[in-house]
């Protein structure tokens, strides 16, 4: 038996070694496309983006916001199970944790290109201005990315070969016993910093489409952001677990938890899209006419039309929130899988549109509009971090007991 | 130097007559050789271009007979409310408390852009390209070309118009060598809080307009003519967006109705026309 089979969790079935290495390419493929784009960047200068003075944020900002609401789900299926208790989400929660840990892992990164000095990106620390939401959001992510990896090293010490060293496998069975107590500080932590990220925006009081009511320091895109990441996290979670199920064509993730995941993030998204749809027409008749504009000067022809609100609000947000609130619909794999891509799409839009077409909107009567496409490096960057899960997962999948309940589903 | 005003008032403004500007770009060029900002290789990438004090070129939208047209010199508005500065993570603009003035704190600024994005009036320019080999270019060819007040800026950072701050510091070290008081340490004290004469500080861009369109001084101060202006041409003064509350320090005057209606945008309004 060579080294590869001694590290494979016992009792499980893996694909050979070859074929394993084979499915590795793709990703590596990606992550040195990406790397390609990130010297670039590091070594000329954020010149090699398509972002100008009009688009300050550019596909790099919409991924981070994207990818950290994705990441949503290891919080809350903790939260769930160690503050909750709903003990058969045990069946999901090492690959929420998973995802996460891509997620805000691959954010810090793409924000540290992002910035035009990376050298200094820890003067946010340093001279932190404390009326910034971004200083929050920095401190937050920065913390909370600790906390995924202090979550994160049970599972990968629970591997077979290196159980065996007796120090590891109390290190990891210790750090399980007091895992509800990180799953509290990242609660805690993901509240603030998926409210801030919203908050980010919601501030820009001289950005009309962006500028929201507030409530005391905090714009309502703060609560939006919280309630729409914990809806589409665990929806994510969910189309990871289904597209592995797919792909080893076997059960991975009992019933249950499936259907305890799909039912809280239904009911989150009903209540998400409810307040989502106040408070729009919030915005209309408050920041927005204030500012003498109407809800047509927002929205241009062509890919900044109207049809970007009621693609986000109907299509993606009602549709899969009534889908996923019918227990029927919410049991038949089908269903289920399209409405989770729809929840996730819908957020992944919410993020776009509150990046780019806030940025694309002139706000001085006689600027221009201008348009953005992103160049080669910026795609590049982002598909990297496709290609940087797909490798952390492929090895989880391969070498951790990412799945407790993989070996009875399938006996 | 016999009247020391004390500073908490002093509100440095502008006041920029549309009437009078001709739109020949002299203010924007001296504002580029004042604070050494760099030229792009390619100047035509206007998106991208580094500019303080921007023209834009507004005409009222009718055919040809009745065809106007108006240039407003855009510089950073200095808001009283500005955008930018709390939401810059790293603290690195700040707005003085003292005459008001947006600072860009260039060897702090981590290069995030967020300040840019807020910003409406796209006062902020980011630096995307490298200026260094500019520079060294200037040093062999031109030597001594760059003003050695005003630090270049280097890739990656975001910059603004200052109001020509610098020269606001070397007014308060002129007023210091100038005022006779006995004791040093109240004499600094008083340097730095006094307000200095309107001809001792003044912007570049407001120097070098031939047709003295750009008034520049403490808007609080009855004795400056920014402040007289805009008592003697109250109907003709306006801000840009000032519906957005960023209470703007830069007036324009401007005796057109339309022109004036450019400031802001007017929800449902037959009179918007965009240029």
């Known amino acids: ?341 729809l929840t996730t799409s819908g957020i992944v839009l919410n993020r776009f549109v509150m990046v780019v077409v806030t940025l694309a909107i002139p706000v001085l009567p006689f600027e221009q509009f201008i348009g953005y496409l992103p160049s080669w490096q910026e795609w590049a960057i982002s598909l990297a971090v496709i290609g940087y899960g797909g490798l952390i997962i492929s090895l989880s999948y391969r070498y951790l007991p990412v799945f407790p309940d993989e070996k009875a589903l399938n006996a | 130097m016999s009247v020391i005003h004390p500073t908490n008032g002093i509100m440095y403004g502008m006041v920029i007559d549309l009437d009078k500007c001709t739109g020949c770009g002299a203010c924007s060029v001296a504002c580029m050789t004042e604070n050494n900002i760099y030229v792009l290789k390619d100047e035509s990438d206007k998106t991208r271009s580094i500019t303080w004090m921007r023209l834009y070129q507004v005409e009222n939208g009718k055919a040809f007979p009745e065809t106007e047209s108006v240039i407003i010199p855009r510089p950073c508005m200095q808001c009283g409310q500005p955008a930018c500065v709390p939401v810059c993570p790293a603290t690195a603009t700040t707005k003085d408390e003292i005459g008001g003035i947006v600072s860009q704190i260039t060897v702090r600024c981590i290069g995030c852009r967020y300040c840019v994005a807020a910003c409406p009036y796209h006062a902020r320019t980011f630096n995307w390209f490298d200026p260094w080999p500019l520079y060294k270019n200037h040093v062999e060819q031109m030597a001594g070309a760059l003003n050695p007040d005003v630090p270049p800026r280097m890739r990656g950072v975001v910059e603004k118009c200052s109001f020509c701050h610098h020269r606001l510091m070397a007014a308060k070290a002129r007023v210091y060598t100038e005022t006779e008081v006995k004791n040093p340490r109240e004499k600094y004290h008083m340097s730095e809080i006094q307000a200095v004469p309107e001809e001792y500080y003044q912007t570049a861009c407001a120097e070098a307009c031939p047709a003295e369109a750009i008034t520049f001084g403490d808007l609080n101060n009855p004795g400056h003519r920014v402040h007289q202006l805009l008592k003697e041409r109250k109907a003709d003064a306006f801000r840009l967006l000032e519906k957005l509350g960023t209470e703007p320090r830069v007036y324009y005057l401007s005796s057109r109705r339309w022109v004036r209606k450019q400031a802001d945008n007017y929800l449902n309004s037959p009179e918007k026309t965009v240029g």
């Not at chain 1, 404390?130 to 937050?140: G, K, N, Q, Y």
């Not at chain 1, 309630?227 to 677990?241: K, N, V, Y």
């Open chain 1, 1 to 341: 038996m060579n080294l590869d089979a001694k590290l494979i969790p016992d009792g499980v079935q893996r694909t050979s070694t070859l074929n394993f290495g084979l499915t590795l390419l793709p990703w590596l493929g990606l992550l040195g496309f990406g790397l390609i784009g990130a010297l670039l960047c590091f070594g000329l200068g954020l010149n090699q983006t398509a972002m100008n003075d009009y688009f300050a944020f550019g596909l790099w900002i919409v991924f981070d916001l994207a990818v950290i609401a994705l990441g949503a789900g290891a919080f809350f299926t903790g939260f769930l199970l160690y503050i909750i208790g709903r003990k058969e989400l045990k069946s999901i929660i090492n690959l929420a944790v998973i995802i996460g840990f891509i997620c805000y892992s691959a954010a810090v990164v793409m924000l540290l290109i992002d910035i035009g000095q990376p050298l200094r990106g820890w003067f946010i620390f340093w001279h932190a201005n404390v009326h910034s939401m971004l200083t929050e959001v920095s401190f937050c992510i920065t913390v909370y990315l600790m906390v995924l990896i202090i979550e994160y090293i049970p599972i990968i010490l629970e591997n077979r070969k290196l159980n065996q060293v007796r120090e590891f496998h109390f290190f990891a069975h210790n750090l399980h016993e007091v895992m509800f107590i990180f799953a509290a500080v990242g609660t805690f932590l993901s509240f603030f910093h998926q409210g801030s990220l919203g908050g980010m925006f919601g501030v820009m009081f001289a950005r009309p489409f962006a500028a929201r009511p507030m409530f005391f320091i905090w714009p309502t895109t703060f609560a939006l952001f919280i309630m729409s990441a914990i809806a589409a996290g665990p929806c994510f979670t969910l189309l990871i677990a289904t597209l592995l199920e797919k792909i080893g064509r076997k059960k991975l993730v009992r019933a249950e938890a499936k259907q305890t995941l799909a039912n809280i993030a239904g009911k989150l998204l009903a209540v998400y899209i409810f307040f989502k749809i106040i408070d729009t027409i919030a915005w209309i008749y408050g920041p927005a006419q204030n500012a003498g504009l109407a809800l047509g000067d927002f929205y241009r022809d062509g890919p900044y039309g109207q049809w970007l609100l009621f693609l986000e609000l109907g299509l993606m947000g009602i549709l899969p929130a009534i889908l996923l609130n019918i227990p029927a619909a919410r049991r038949n794999t089908l269903w289920l899988t399209l409405a989770c891509l």
